[in-house]
């Protein structure tokens, strides 16, 4: 591709542009360059008739680490730059593009109460510019109370959409997918894309598809939506007294679940919670006096590890799913009786934490070899067996990389399928972060049925085996 040169003024200093096939560089005046990856540029336009302005929007960080930012500019060009000029826009607008369909038209979902009660507030100063720039079509709604978004998405008319976002953390998520799971259509529905928009105490999900450095950057996170691809995803049937539920990203018993539910006057304090709440736990240390049993694919840690490098190395492309003559959610395939295949755990445990998706908090990488649609649940089991509250804790220092998978005491399972008898009347059972009874209850994968927009097109959860070989 031949590179494009135009020039015009900015803030009345001579500017000019330069685009290639990676990156539009601006030098306005006398100042360093800025080199902006066409990732980062979400509008291009040339108006000969409007003062002769060529308008470029892009999203930077201002600071090395800090959060994204939207910047502006408008350039005043001179006639005999004016056929260079529309051509860079032209062109910088199809490259910044490609694959991708501009001018999204989204539902939008903000609650107002999420996190510290600022979604409404963030939303407004930093999110809505940035779509509004991108020319996307927004229709927005604030959620009054818990199960709007459920109501929502139960009879959102698809056709009017490209995608439905959530501006709070992963329990708004949870509501939609299950709306989306009781919708006339329900296959049709899971596969209009999802994407988080972080305003919560829980952004688990966000984490998952943007990584540490942007999974809690709200504007990462709004062009993630705008430049996203659809990418399917593994969801689970959560069955309990004959009823479904649809759970994405975790389900949690023992010390993980008082973590995460014991706490819930504490998500003030964000993550934060997460970590204090483990100390109280492991203090008290309760074993969760449960019947656990599974039917597995594979346990080996290293197989495991390998396997997720080797699909990392591979790009995944999103197929659509031909739906003409099956829209209605897959009956389970599991029974509940079935035993064939089946193991149960014989040691005591301190917790069992199952789900999707490598991060459950900034800090801990709960199922680091986690991958989007491998038709397998990720089960993490922290035998009492040889335990010591020293040796638990000493092992969450690496939590944020996920180093906890190494651990000997650890046992981590692929599966299929698993279920839970409580042996005990007392227990907290946290379904992605919401509290169910404390009673039997059976999981399934359901592959691939549900449908996130992503920028990677898998979990970007960087993982590697350096304690493993260190031992």
């Not at 005043?76 to 032209?90: F, H, P, R, T």
Request: charged share 25%; with cysteine; glycine share 8%.
């Amino acid at each position: 591709m031949t590179d494009i040169d135009t020039e015009a003024k900015v803030y009345g200093k001579n500017t000019k542009y330069c685009l290639t096939s990676t990156t539009l560089t601006v030098t306005i005046g006398n100042k360093k360059p800025e080199r902006i990856p066409l990732y980062n540029i979400i509008a291009a336009s040339y108006h000969p008739s409007d003062s002769q302005l060529l308008k470029v929007a892009y999203v930077t960080r201002q600071k090395k680490k800090g959060p994204l930012k939207l910047v502006q500019l408008d350039g005043q060009v001179e006639g005999d730059k004016a056929e260079s000029a529309g051509n860079l826009a032209k062109t910088t607008l199809e490259w910044a593009y490609k694959d991708i369909k501009p001018n999204r038209r989204l539902k939008i979902l903000v609650n107002p109460h999420g996190g510290v009660g600022k979604g409404v507030a963030i939303f407004n100063k930093h999110i809505e510019p940035v779509f509004r720039a991108a020319g996307c079509s927004l229709d927005i709604v604030h959620t009054r109370k818990t199960g709007d978004a459920y109501d929502i998405a139960k009879t959102l008319p698809l056709i009017e959409y490209d995608a439905l976002i959530t501006v709070s953390g992963d329990g708004l998520v949870h509501e939609v997918l299950n709306g989306f799971a009781n919708h006339v259509n329900p296959r049709r529905a899971l596969r209009m894309p999802i994407a988080p928009i972080p305003t919560g105490s829980g952004n688990g999900l966000s984490l998952n598809l943007l990584g540490l450095e942007d999974g809690l950057d709200v504007v990462a996170a709004t062009l993630n939506i705008i430049k996203g691809s659809p990418m399917p995803v593994d969801v689970f049937s959560f069955t309990q007294n004959g009823k479904r539920t649809i759970s994405f990203m975790s389900q949690a018993l023992g010390l993980m679940a008082d973590v995460d539910l014991g706490t819930e006057d504490l998500r003030w304090m964000g993550d934060s919670r997460f970590m204090y709440g483990l100390f109280r736990g492991l203090i008290k240390f309760k074993p969760c006096d449960v019947q656990l049993s599974y039917k597995a694919v594979e346990q080996d840690k290293r197989k495991m590890f390998e396997n997720l490098n080797l699909r990392l190395s591979k790009r995944s492309d999103y197929t659509p799913e031909d739906l003409d003559d099956d829209t209605t959610l897959p009956e389970p395939k599991v029974g509940s009786n079935e035993t064939e295949g089946w193991t149960t755990f014989s040691e005591p445990l301190l917790y069992m934490y199952a789900g999707k998706g490598p991060y459950v908090a900034r800090t801990f990488m709960a199922f680091p070899v986690s991958l989007p649609d491998d038709g397998l649940i990720d089960i993490a089991v922290q035998s009492t067996k040889n335990f010591s509250r020293t040796g638990v804790l000493s092992s969450f220092d690496g939590a944020p990389k996920g180093e906890i998978y190494w651990n000997d005491s650890l046992h981590y399972i692929k599966a299929e399928a698993y279920r839970v008898k409580p042996l005990s009347k007392k227990g907290y059972l946290s379904i992605d972060g919401e509290s169910y009874p404390f009673e039997e209850f059976q999981v399934e994968v359901l592959p691939r049925l549900a449908t996130l927009l992503s920028s990677h097109g898998h979990y970007k959860a960087p993982f590697d085996d350096t304690k493993a070989r260190s031992k």
